[in-house]
């Protein structure tokens, strides 16, 4: 399996939203590198004909009654948000202008 | 009377029924020594005096009102009313902080409590605070907490194991008689082997995780981790069980037995006779340290006096669950993960400019360690277009294979499969930090279990060069109640050995107000 080069890693950073410093990048090329080559191995097995498990019990539907319950206080939980206006969170904006 | 933070939470329960000490005496001796201790141990991020005699007070109350109703009050009282319980700090507490080791999630105030937290609440036991951990539980050691590692209380060098190394030292320590832990590769039951304590993974979706910091999805698990396996059973009993807010917890019932092992040791040794153990050949691994390994031998050899049936068998895939670990939990890390992004709650960065991705770039690069950044990018490569079936997919067809190892062992007829827990003991500070493939290797004996979504638990087997070893037994699904009475067993067969009653040879040092904090001991050692 290729190596991640030093544009891989900042590419995957940005991926997954991670504003990462040069020094952490280099050391992450490096310590990344290592940990790949511990997955090569699973490539000694054949499992063509395997069956992949996304979780261990079989539970399948698990349903429950439509019933209205109370929601978590609005104050509680905007107590935790970095900005509020009102009874709203204050998000940055996506679309771009004013 | 003796100090009585030294009793198992059992023996607590029945002075407390007794009437020889009240909860808010036993809650109060709890407190001092965490407070007393943890400048040099770490192992608590907050400890809630105020919170906690109040509800020492309640359980007095209660107890009080039983004893004027009578004998039959008494014994229907919960086990755990009025005991001291340590959660570790991904556990939601209603208007406490909930870090999860994180700076990312410091100063958030949960707005609600979890289902252990509920359950623990409804049993009246008396939550002390909240332990450190490996941030998001990811570690080995509970240095990757952005608040300071945690000590060993055997050697104030050492870690306690990881991630659940606070919770594990509070209860190693005497701070309480149970904790609440989570394991995801191993996070209890490792931290249980190096702090010479019991620590249980029980079976996936035994236990609801409303409310718990989620690292891994398929793969986190709630326990206990104590002093005695009596104690881990009813800790287990109280909070396991079907809560429908975690659509994986499964409506399985919990079995009684968890709070019936028996009291003697002799009665309990017996039922070893003709019970057949496995011993997976593949866990007996090159990188094991003598100690160790002549420690569990021993443990085996001794579990076979008894009347245990010992056969070796094989686990053929073993040597493939740390790479299938490694792609399997960073992936759903990654996922999990993408939520804290500083706009609903948490550390929170908005640069000028109005670009709302810098703004999450900078948000979760102050916000994150440098473990929990290596898992994200793990995750994120493992799932990215092009990769998805050479890592994920192929993972999981690994993850089928491990499983269907174990399946073919407890097919055969096994009660029980007996290993180690760490191929070593409590290592110093920094001695993995600077390779992750070191510390990952740390698990390579308990991830297998949590793969194939099994119960495993640890529980001391004595002493290698005065550090705890750990002898890891693991159940078919379902088997808790099996897997602790073998467990107990094994503290019937070795109720006598003298490394039982050694202490903890760091707790004088810990006692001593000049003893340095861990995070300067371990930049000391670097």
């Known amino acids: ?98 | 009377m003796t100090d009585p933070t030294r009793l198992f939470g059992h023996e607590m329960a029945a002075r407390l029924r007794a009437g020889d000490v009240s909860s808010r005496e036993l809650t109060g001796a709890h407190l001092a020594s965490a407070e007393r201790q943890n400048h040099a141990l770490n192992a608590w991020l907050t400890i809630d005096r105020d919170r906690a005699l109040a509800e020492a007070d309640a359980a007095d109350a209660r107890l009080a009102e039983a004893r004027v109703a009578g004998p039959a009050a008494l014994a229907a009282l919960h086990p755990l009313l009025g005991l001291p319980v340590a959660l570790k700090d991904l556990v939601s507490v209603k208007g406490g902080q909930c870090t999860a080791g994180s700076r990312i999630l410091e100063g958030y105030v949960a707005p609600y409590d979890a289902h252990v937290t509920e359950r623990l609440r409804a049993a009246g036991a008396v939550i002390l605070g909240k332990t450190n951990m490996d941030e998001f539980a990811m570690g080995s050691s509970t240095e990757h907490s952005a608040f300071g590692p945690t000590a060993n209380p055997w050697d104030l060098d050492r870690v306690p194991g990881g991630s659940s190394g606070g919770s594990a030292a509070a209860v190693a320590a005497y701070h309480v008689p149970f904790g609440i832990g989570t394991d995801t590769g191993g996070s209890i039951r490792q931290p249980g082997a190096l702090s010479g304590i019991v620590g249980m993974k029980p079976t996936y979706g035994r236990v609801s995780r409303y409310g718990i910091v989620a690292f891994a999805s398929s793969l986190d698990q709630i326990g206990p981790l104590t002093r005695d396996v009596r104690d881990a059973g009813a800790l287990l009993h109280a909070v396991a069980g079907r809560d429908e807010r975690d659509s994986t917890s499964a409506p399985v019932a919990v079995p009684d037995d968890l709070i019936s092992l028996p009291d003697s040791d002799d009665e309990a040794a017996s039922w070893l006779e003709g019970k057949r153990l496995g011993l997976p050949k593949e866990y007996f691994v090159a990188g094991m340290e003598p100690g160790v390994e002549t420690a569990v031998r021993n443990a085996v050899a001794a579990l076979e006096a008894a009347g245990a049936r010992i056969e070796e068998v094989s686990l053929p895939h073993t040597d493939y669950g740390l790479a299938t670990y490694y792609i399997v939990a960073p992936a759903e890390a990654s996922a999990n993960l993408a939520r804290y992004d500083g706009v609903r709650y948490g550390h929170s960065v908005r640069l000028e400019g109005g670009d709302f991705i810098a703004d999450y770039l900078a948000t979760r690069g102050e916000g994150f360690g440098a473990e929990v950044k290596r898992r994200i990018m793990l995750g994120t490569y493992a799932l990215s277009a092009g990769y998805y079936d050479a890592f994920y997919l192929k993972a999981q067809k690994v993850r089928t294979l491990i499983k269907r190892d174990f399946d073919e062992v407890f097919a055969a007829g096994f009660d029980g499969l007996v290993a180690p827990t760490s191929p070593t003991v409590a290592f110093p500070f920094g001695a993995r930090l600077a390779d992750p493939v070191a510390m990952y290797l740390s698990d390579a004996c308990t991830l297998p279990v949590n793969i194939a979504g099994l119960p495993g638990v640890s529980i001391p087997c004595g002493l290698s060069d005065g550090l705890p070893v750990g002898l890891q037994l693991i159940g078919d699904a379902w088997s808790e109640a099996r897997l602790l009475r073998a467990a107990r067993a094994y503290e019937g067969v070795t109720a006598g050995a003298a490394w039982r009653r050694v202490e903890p040879a760091g707790l004088a040092a810990a006692d001593d107000p000049s003893t340095l904090p861990p995070a300067e001991r371990a930049a000391a050692i670097h």
């Open chain 1, 1 to 98: 399996m290729a190596g991640l080069t030093r544009s891989d890693v900042e590419h995957v950073a940005y991926l997954a939203r991670l504003g990462l410093s040069a020094a952490e990048l280099d050391v992450l090329e490096g310590q990344l590198n290592h940990i790949l080559d511990q997955y090569a191995k699973l490539a000694e097995l054949d499992t063509s004909a395997i069956p992949p498990t996304a979780q261990t019990i079989e539970l399948e539907n698990i349903l429950r009654d439509d019933v209205v319950t109370p929601s978590l206080p609005v104050e509680a939980v905007l107590g935790n948000a970095p900005a509020r206006s009102g009874d709203f969170v204050l998000v940055p904006p996506i679309l771009g202008g004013e």
